[in-house]
């Protein structure tokens, strides 16, 4: 430590811890006024131009928002994702910002500035205390769509180390200083549910969110420590913190390490095997650091939308091939799961979109994008023979086994003809998340190679629930006897036709879940990166038969608050 | 067109939630759909402009619901506030 930071005394300051663990590192003070967007006249045929790039910026934020809402469960979160795509979409919005382009001949950058600008001196006069948190919502969107319409984004040089201290920085942003190997993360603005927390979350980043005036009190270059359990920030640390902070840190990587090096085992010597689920590259020092033994659940969906689209035939292959690259193990990709709204063709509003065209529903109709898909996938299996699975979304009926099949048979020969390795052995499962598939589980496994259960949309499917719906969300009952019952028919099919299975839900990175899962005989399980020591910690502790009895018990109790206290009785008393 | 007068009932008035059921709703219908209360006039399938109108308690408001649906969906609305937005008082 150089003289001049060790005169200066140790600062605290005070925020919400969101992120995982301690960071320590030199500040990157990121601090852009929010942008003063000068009203420049544009000529009229640059009219059409520029309310386009409105509509597109739009277009790319919602997408990027409602990507985002689909991976939440928690329900205030979801509720202040959905309360900005409401803004997003306010029709009173686009009228202002189509009027200022096209009467007054300003340019889209000022048009959006001045009509987020009116709307907020409008509600800053309405003089309501309840809406200060959508003043932060305003101008935050506001700042993010000019950002896009401008190709902005903040060319600050991160480097490994570094601790970034922002007012608030886009999830794109996050992932792109993530790669860079950044330490840590202070916001001024967002709260525990904004984007940057949450992605920062689940790339295991240490993160304090809501520290007033961050980027006025801290200077560049100072050294800082997070900690995100306690959401203390620490400027200047004297020697004695530093110390402890350390070590601290240290004792924590230890204990990951520790449990990386261990065999998966039940008490009693039961293997079992924990992966990892994950949608960025960015992802993948997380997977190594936690010990997962592959990618049990690649998400693509993100190659589709936001910023940063890969649609393209070679673009998945170099996606595809950095995730391979970057792990050992088995690797399962899920075909892309998205709905009808989120193409570009058939934009037709669904009343029931969950019940809908959406999964193998849709890849089937849009071959071009499930052929380009198979094919970049297969191109990249030749390379790594063995480790890639092909995972079929939303199947409900056994036609579209029969049509799946037959598309990556088309995509094999396209691909072989080509010239290309193809690895002839690739294996092909379903998602059991529709409970016709669950309750006819072993005649589905007969077709395929393995099976994955995916626990969330099984739960909606088999409970009526509609997850954003927060009027019923108490019904969302992740461990209701009746979901857990098809759990176990699909087990027992999947083991009676000798066809794999996993689980790649939500269930199987929380402890509940967990015991259950294992106690009923499915020792596959997928979840974020880091559940995965404290789950691994759980089902190292007991033997398998400790969690089979639970799991008898769970499928003969009748309600998920029975199934819950069952497991308290059974794991925590001890 | 047709008008009804309706207070708002619910005791923490038409903050973040109930104003996003309430477009929500509105925006489900065909039909033209805007707010009067004390002077001002918003368009009620607008979020900024139930906002802005801060209605607390007790607020009186005059809604304006214009097109081919406007039966059904004055009464869908009338119901969303008749019944405090479905929420128990917290």
């Known amino acids: 430590m150089n003289a001049d930071i060790a005169d200066t005394k140790e600062k605290h300051f005070n925020g919400r811890g969101v992120g995982v663990g301690v960071g320590i590192g030199k500040s990157v003070v990121i601090d852009i006024e929010s942008a003063e967007v000068e009203p420049n006249s544009i000529s009229e045929k640059d009219v059409e131009t520029h309310k386009k790039k409105f509509s597109k910026a739009n277009k790319g934020l919602t997408e990027e928002l409602e990507l985002l809402a689909k991976e939440l469960t928690d329900k ?6 959905e309360a900005q795509l409401q803004i997003i979409q306010d029709p009173e919005i686009e009228k202002s910002v189509s009027a200022i382009i096209e009467e007054k001949l300003l340019t889209v950058e000022y048009a959006i500035y001045s009509t987020y600008c009116k709307f907020i001196e409008r509600l800053k006069e309405s003089g309501s205390e309840l809406f200060k948190q959508r003043i932060v919502d305003l101008e935050d969107i506001r700042d993010r769509l000019i950002a896009i319409v401008c190709n902005h984004t903040h060319k600050h040089p991160v480097k490994k180390g570094d601790v970034v201290v922002a007012k608030d920085i886009s ?71 530093l110390k402890s902070y350390r070590k601290k840190q240290k004792d924590r990587l230890k204990l990951s390490a520790r449990k990386c090096r261990e065999v998966f085992e039940t008490k009693d010597g039961h293997p079992y095997q924990l992966l990892a689920n994950i949608e960025f590259e960015a992802e993948l020092p997380k997977v190594a650091e936690h010990g997962a033994r592959g990618i049990g659940l690649l998400r693509t969906e993100s190659l589709l939308f936001g910023s940063r689209i890969r649609k393209g035939q070679e673009d998945q292959e170099v996606f595809y091939s950095h995730i391979l690259e970057g792990t050992e193990g088995p690797v399962t990709i899920r075909l892309f799961d998205v709905g009808g709204d989120k193409t570009t063709t058939r934009a037709s509003k669904e009343d029931n979109p969950f019940l809908g065209w959406r999964g193998i529903r849709l890849l089937l109709d849009e071959k071009q994008l499930l052929q380009n898909q198979l094919k970049a996938i297969l191109k990249v299996s030749g390379k790594y023979p063995g480790r890639i699975k092909v995972l079929v979304p939303m199947v409900s009926v056994m036609d579209e086994v029969d049509s799946i099949k037959k598309e990556l048979e088309e995509a094999r020969e396209a691909v072989t003809s080509e010239g290309y390795a193809v690895d002839e052995g690739i294996q092909l499962g379903l998602m059991v998340e529709v409970p016709s598939v669950a309750i006819s589980a072993r005649k589905f496994a007969r077709e395929v190679d393995f099976l994955s259960i995916g626990t969330n949309d099984l739960t909606q499917y088999t409970m009526a629930v509609d997850r954003g719906n927060e009027r019923i969300s108490a019904l969302f009952q992740h461990y209701h006897p009746s979901v857990l019952q098809l759990i176990k028919t699909t087990q027992e099919g999947a083991t009676e036709e000798g066809a794999d299975l996993s689980v790649c839900g939500e269930l199987a990175g929380d402890p509940v879940g967990v015991a259950f899962l294992i106690g009923a005989g499915i020792s596959d399980l997928s979840m974020l990166p880091h559940s995965i020591p404290e789950i691994a910690d759980l089902l190292s502790s007991f033997t398998k038969k400790e969690f089979e009895a639970f799991a008898e018990s769970a499928l003969n109790s009748s309600s998920d608050k029975q199934v819950k206290e069952l497991f308290e009785k059974s794991f925590c008393q001890k | 067109m047709i008008k009804k007068k309706v207070t708002i009932k619910n005791s923490a008035g038409l903050h973040a939630r109930p104003s996003a059921q309430l477009v929500k709703l509105a925006s489900k219908y065909k039909s033209d759909f805007f707010i009067h209360s004390y002077g001002y006039r918003v368009n009620g399938k607008s979020i900024l402009g139930v906002m802005t109108l ?12 214009d097109g081919s649906d406007e039966e059904e969906a004055l009464t869908a609305i009338e119901k969303l506030i008749e019944d405090k937005f479905g929420m128990d008082e917290e």
């Open chain 1, 76 to 81: 205030s979160t979801r509720e202040i994702i």
């Open chain 1, 171 to 241: 999830p794109t942003e996050l992932v792109a200083f993530y790669e860079k190997g950044m330490a840590g993360l202070v916001m001024e603005k967002g709260g525990p549910t904004s984007h940057a927390a949450i992605i920062a979350k689940s790339l295991g980043l240490p993160c304090v969110v809501s520290v007033k005036k961050a980027t006025k009190n801290i200077d560049a270059g100072e050294q800082l420590i997070l900690d995100s359990e306690s959401g203390m920030l620490i400027c200047h640390p004297d020697k004695e913190t």
């Open chain 2, 54 to 65: 801060a209605a607390e308690h007790g607020a009186e408001l005059e809604l304006e619901v």
